[in-house]
């Protein structure tokens, strides 16, 4: 059973549509980090969230950490082909970093 | 800064045998993790070290052991390969265990 739960595991869209993908937990976590993944390359961090309630924004991509800061989304509006990646949500606390299993998104041009 | 760097990149091994991967952190990072990534499992986190001492540790057997030399490299061994154990073997540095800074990872077959 993970720790961090994600949804949907596979998302396919076209270029233009906008998504949102999760990240679920019962546990508590001091912060929240997202990652992307491409092919053959390891994991880069994308955006830290450490408050509850706090929403970031990167560019098209914006991120929000729960009120309880028990889970988390990523929303990307007007998706590109670029987009296309692994997304690993993770959680930290006390010097422990668990991560979900991710979210593969494919974005067709 | 450069990158985290593993060696190899690639490597096939068969059953039963045992395999030593290489993990060079980002000068000046202390800390340094490992993860197992599969298609059915995820990024499943190892164990982690900091200042050569093994800080946090996965839910993994025995067979999989690691080290951290002063100079803050780190490498992991798998003992008695299994057909489960193919896999993308990532590392990755930080400052302190928040945020990682991964390498490309050693992709494990085992036959």
């Known amino acids: 059973t993970q720790l961090l739960e994600q949804s949907p595991q596979f998302l396919s869209i076209q270029e233009g549509e906008n998504l949102t993908v999760y990240c679920n937990s019962s546990s508590v976590f001091s912060s929240l980090q997202w990652y992307r993944q491409e092919p053959g390359e390891g994991p880069v961090l994308l955006v830290t969230?450490?408050?509850?309630?706090e929403v970031k924004k990167l560019k098209r991509l914006t991120f929000q950490f729960g009120d309880a800061r028990k889970d988390s989304s990523l929303h990307i509006t007007a998706a590109q082909p670029g987009d296309t990646g692994l997304y690993l949500c993770a959680g930290v606390n006390n010097n422990d970093m668990r991560f979900g299993a991710g979210t593969r998104l494919t974005v067709k041009p | 800064k450069a990158g985290v760097t593993q060696t190899p990149r690639y490597l096939i091994k068969t059953r039963g045998q045992q395999v030593t991967l290489s993990c060079s952190p980002i000068s000046g990072h202390r800390s340094v993790s490992w993860y197992q990534q599969t298609p059915g499992q995820g990024l499943q986190f190892l164990f982690e070290y900091f200042s050569e001492t093994q800080r946090n540790k996965g839910n993994f057997p025995g067979r999989f052991s690691g080290r951290q030399f002063s100079n803050s490299r780190s490498e992991m061994n798998v003992s008695t390969l299994e057909l489960g154990d193919s896999a993308l073997y990532l590392c990755?540095?930080?400052?302190?265990?928040?945020?990682?800074?991964f390498g490309p990872g050693t992709r494990l077959t085992v036959l």
């Open positions: 990755a540095s930080s400052p302190e265990m928040d945020t990682q800074y």
């Open positions: 969230v450490v408050t509850g309630g």
